[in-house]
Each structure stands twice: as structure tokens, then as C-alpha cells.
Antibody, heavy 119, light 108 residues
Framework: EVYLVDSGGGVRPPGGSMRLSCAGS????????MNWVRQAPGKGLEWISY????????DYADSVKGRFTISRDNARNSLYLQMTSLKVEDTAVYYC????????????WGQGILVTVAS | SYVLTQPPSVSVAPGKTARISCGGN??????VHWYQQKPGQAPVLVIS???DRPLGIPERFSGSNSGNTATLTINRVEAGDEADYYC???????????FGGGTKLTVL
């Protein structure tokens, strides 16, 4: 069975940094692109970053471009999101999600991890 | 950037049919995916590529997509279907994975 487990959240001040991790199991991790999606409190879903299985293709939403860096370690079946220059509006639950081959649907999601940016 | 528009809320009585719309410019040219999110939980894919049901999703869930509107249909609605529903497409420009604003389904 496919599992994605998010970790690394917490509280940071504005301007701070944080690294999120997502551990995958139950599938061939390197064969799938992965996304980070976030959800601010009481709000909808917002896509923020994508990385292909080989890390050859990386993309970011305009809202985080230049501040966040997505990466992966296929040997460790792990996905990462390095967040810098954090803003109050980055406060959200962050989910990693697997990209279904072909359809680009997000077919499996992590449980989500809360990131709070506050002074 | 590409925008998907959903009604904020839909209400339906148990046993009836719920229809949730997702509007976008020529959305019929894109594959639309639908997610169900219950409070405190991660989203779950319920419809892929307009009308495909992932394993484990009841046949009561179906989808269609044409022109400027995609629709998620839930037949014989149950109390357990109460949740937020999001449509999503992959767009070639701008932010690639685009979500609608979400629709709260209330079972009366």
C-alpha cells in the first residue's frame, strides 16, 4: 500500500527558515513526480511546487518562487521542501502528494504538516 | 493565470443527487480531477481525468466535462459524503496545478 508521511513542521518567526520532509513507501518512489500543496487555515488548496522523478523538471508557484526549494533523494525515498524568508501568509498545512503518471492527478497525499509563521 | 470557479456551497437531502460544478475557460479541453476533503483530513482523489473512479471510490461518484463546465455528480448521497470538494486541472502556463476554490457539500 502507498504511504506518504510528512514531517518537519512547527513555528517560525517571519524571515525564518524551515525544512519539510515527506517519506514515501509502497511504491517505486523514483518513478513518480511529486508535489507540495498547502492549505491556509480555513482556505482552499494551493499548489506550490513540483519535482519530476529524476529531479530534471522543477517548478514553483509564483507565490513561493525564489524563497522555497524542492528536492528529493530517491535513495532515501524522500521529498523535501526548504522554505526560507518565511512570511506570515505562508502559515498553512503543507501536504506532499504523488503525481499520477499520465493524468497528472494527485493520487496519494501525505497526512499534512502545520507550518506557523508568527512573531 | 487559469481560474477555476466553484460554488461555495451545495446542500442536498440524503438519498438525493448532488451536482457540484467547476467552471473554467474551455475546461472541456483539459482533464479535470476531483478531490474530497473531510475536516482535519488530507484530500482524497475521487474522480480522475473527468470521469475515472480510482479503486475504492463508490460508483455513486461520477464526473463529466464539456465546454466551460465540469461537473461532479454524487448519486444517493449519504451523510458520510459531507465534505469539501475541489476540482483541479493541469494547465500548460502559469501555475500548472490549478485548484478550484472548493465547494462545501452539506447533507441536510
Amino acid at each position: 500500500e502507498v504511504y506518504l508521511v510528512d514531517s518537519g513542521g512547527g513555528v517560525r518567526p517571519p524571515g525564518g527558515s524551515m525544512r519539510l520532509s515527506c517519506a514515501g513507501s509502497g511504491f517505486t518512489f523514483s518513478s513518480y513526480g511529486m508535489n507540495w500543496v498547502r492549505q491556509a487555515p480555513g482556505k482552499g488548496l494551493e499548489w506550490i511546487s513540483y519535482i519530476s522523478g529524476t529531479s530534471h523538471t522543477i517548478d514553483y508557484a509564483d507565490s513561493v518562487k525564489g524563497r522555497f526549494t524542492i528536492s528529493r533523494d530517491n535513495a532515501r525515498n524522500s521529498l523535501y521542501l526548504q522554505m526560507t524568508s518565511l512570511k506570515v501568509e505562508d502559515t498553512a498545512v503543507y501536504y506532499c502528494a504523488r503525481v499520477s503518471v499520465g493524468s497528472r492527478a494527485l493520487d496519494y497525499w501525505g497526512q499534512g504538516i502545520l507550518v506557523t509563521v508568527a512573531s | 493565470s487559469y481560474v477555476l470557479t466553484q460554488p461555495p456551497s451545495v446542500s442536498v437531502a440524503p438519498g438525493k443527487t448532488a451536482r457540484i460544478s467547476c467552471g473554467g475557460n474551455n475546461i472541456g479541453d483539459n482533464g479535470v480531477h476531483w478531490y474530497q476533503q473531510k475536516p482535519g483530513q488530507a484530500p482524497v482523489l475521487v474522480i480522475s481525468y473527468d470521469s475515472d473512479r480510482p479503486l475504492g471510490i463508490p460508483e455513486r461518484f461520477s464526473g463529466s466535462n464539456s465546454g466551460n463546465t465540469a461537473t461532479l455528480t454524487i448519486n444517493r448521497v449519504e451523510a458520510g459524503d459531507e465534505a469539501d470538494y475541489y476540482c483541479q486541472v493541469w494547465h500548460t502556463s502559469g501555475d500548472h496545478w490549478v485548484f478550484g476554490g472548493g465547494t462545501k457539500l452539506t447533507v441536510l
